[in-house]
């Protein structure tokens, strides 16, 4: 007695995918984009040697939403955006364990004449 096989199906080629995660069509105020600037020592240095400055920015925003927000608060040039999508880190606090909330970075690359004053 042989064993059982199965019927081959016949090639189909696979749906296209759906795209993943939230699709914004909100426009957001350059006030609503830069949340904060982030102040570090790394991005100090950053800012002064590479002319790179850190922001912490909304989650709904992309990276024309930043570089226009940028502009536009500033009056600089931006010729780069880089984000990065932080996740939150988990924290205690006595008995209790929590969360700190996700958030989103951009590091914005200004022109060679341009430059911002935080302080």
């Known amino acids: 007695m042989g064993r059982l096989r199965s019927r081959k199906k016949s090639w189909r080629p696979k749906p296209p995918k759906k795209q993943v995660g939230p699709k914004t069509t909100i426009s957001l105020e350059p006030h609503q984009v830069i949340v904060r600037p982030v102040i570090t020592e790394k991005n100090?240095?950053?800012?002064?040697?590479?002319?790179?400055?850190t922001f912490e920015v909304s989650t709904l925003a992309t990276k024309e939403d930043v570089r226009r927000?940028?502009?536009t608060l500033w009056?600089?040039?931006?010729?780069?955006v880089c984000t990065q999508?932080?996740?939150?880190?988990?924290?205690?606090h006595r008995f209790r364990s929590g969360r700190t909330s996700d958030w989103k970075k951009a590091i914005v690359t200004l022109g060679e004449e341009h430059r911002i004053d935080f302080f």
Do not use: I
Not at 75 to 80: G, R
């Open 44 to 53: 100090m240095v950053r800012s002064t040697s590479q002319n790179q400055y």
């Open 69 to 71: 927000a940028v502009e």
């Open 75 to 80: 009056e600089v040039k931006v010729v780069k």
């Open 85 to 92: 999508n932080r996740k939150g880190k988990a924290r205690r």
